[in-house]
């Protein structure tokens, strides 16, 4: 009989004499066997490094041996907590494995906080949940303790060395307000989330300055090349003024997008209301043609439709000069880059972690929390994007060497 069964056949026993009546008696008695099973194994560990059990007689009075126990210390387990008591050496060379010394939280508590943190939960909430769901009293200043010990990470991170090629990168900027001499203001969060050669997405850093500008986009551009960075192939953003020149000033052979996301929110900015849902659906016909003669087409219907609305007949077409270039493209590329869905999702997350919160204190707190989320999203990000095989192809073809020096045969 294996170890498995006899724990099941000593449960089925002790429902059968009524000491297990329901599901909390179960977890009860799962819990009663967390203890005893740590305190063997450490026990374990120390007689496998003395060479002799406990009771038998030492072989070598000179060799080291047994001495006693430390203090009788708690620790949290994601079973509940438990107590108990680490053996000890007389060298002191005992130095366990199972439940490390000065160890008091197993099952990574931390990665449980952390991520609960990301998710945007307040810290004490984090602690009643422990509390209610493990049974593991954590105060709201240990969980404050957990978040600062990555400061370190954080920082490795924001300057991690980068890939050499990015197919298509998407940027973006998002408002947090943090303290500044004793006041709150509304800092500009640069984001960047990269496609690399293998057609996984990964974000490439945050940056903060006081507002969104084309001259710090210069120096977000200016710290990829720094971290790596060698190639750009093309780049998605909401077209604030520079940004163009700001790419190709460091990366100048990478071409620029601008959103039809961002340009059909402003046409419908301007709409009027009753017509702005007819609009939208018809500027929609026009930049997802086939290609641009059809285009072109959808945009004199457009006109003609929209005749006695000569403003917005006057943003579309403006606006065509955004678009034109997407017909040069294979339609895979085209829906890859048309719009920055990949920035907006990842930005509409991070929002979900930072709104409600006030302000924050500093910037460097402010990008431990993004930091957690993105580490969350990332986390599913190991699948190419959609159409990536074809994409490939159409990128071997387009850029040739450009892009396939990069890739990893």
Known sequence: MNINEKIINEAV????????????????????????????????????????????????????????????KNVQTKYGT??????????????????????????????????????????????????????VQISKDQIQKFVQTINEVVDNWL??????????????????P?????????????????????????????????????????????????????????????????????????????QAQRCVVHLTRNLYQISPKKQASEIIQNFKRIYTASNLEIAQLELEEFKTKFKLLPKVVEKVEQDMQYLEPLFELPNEIRKAIYTSNAIESVNSALRKVTNGKGSFATVESVYKL??????????KWNKPIANWNKIQEQLIELFGERFTQYIEI
Not at 184 to 213: H, M, P, R
Not at 235 to 251: P, Y
Request: glycine letters at 6%; one cysteine or more; aromatic letters at 10%.
């Open 178 to 254: 943090v303290i500044d001499n004793l006041q709150s203001e509304k800092k500009a969060f640069y984001v960047i989330v990269g496609v690399n050669v293998q057609g996984i997405k990964e974000v490439l850093g945050i940056w903060c300055d006081k507002t969104e500008s084309a001259s710090f986009w210069t120096s977000v551009f200016e710290d990829l090349k720094a971290r790596g960075v060698e190639d750009i192939l093309y780049s998605t953003s909401d077209g604030i003024a520079g940004f163009k020149g700001s790419l190709e000033s460091v990366f100048p052979k990478a």
């Open 13 to 72: 026993e002790r429902f059968k004499r009524g000491e297990i009546k329901n599901n909390e008696d179960v977890e009860n008695f799962i819990d009663g066997l967390v203890q005893p099973l740590y305190q063997k194994l450490l026990d374990t560990e120390l007689e496998n490094l003395l060479d002799y059990a406990k009771y038998e007689h030492k072989p070598n009075k000179e060799k080291n041996s047994r001495n006693g126990y430390c203090k009788t």
């Open 370 to 379: 993004l930091y957690l989320r993105i580490e969350e999203l990332e986390e």
């Open 159 to 176: 300057h991690k060395p980068l890939n050499k090629l990015y197919t298509f990168v998407y940027a973006d900027c998002l408002y947090i």
């Open 82 to 135: 438990i107590r108990i008591r680490t053996p000890r050496d007389r060298n002191g060379s005992f130095d366990p494995v199972i439940i490390p010394k000065g160890e008091n939280r197993l099952g990574k508590f931390e990665d449980i906080v952390l991520s609960l943190c990301a998710k945007g939960m307040s810290y004490r909430d984090i602690a009643d949940m422990l509390k209610k769901i493990y049974g």
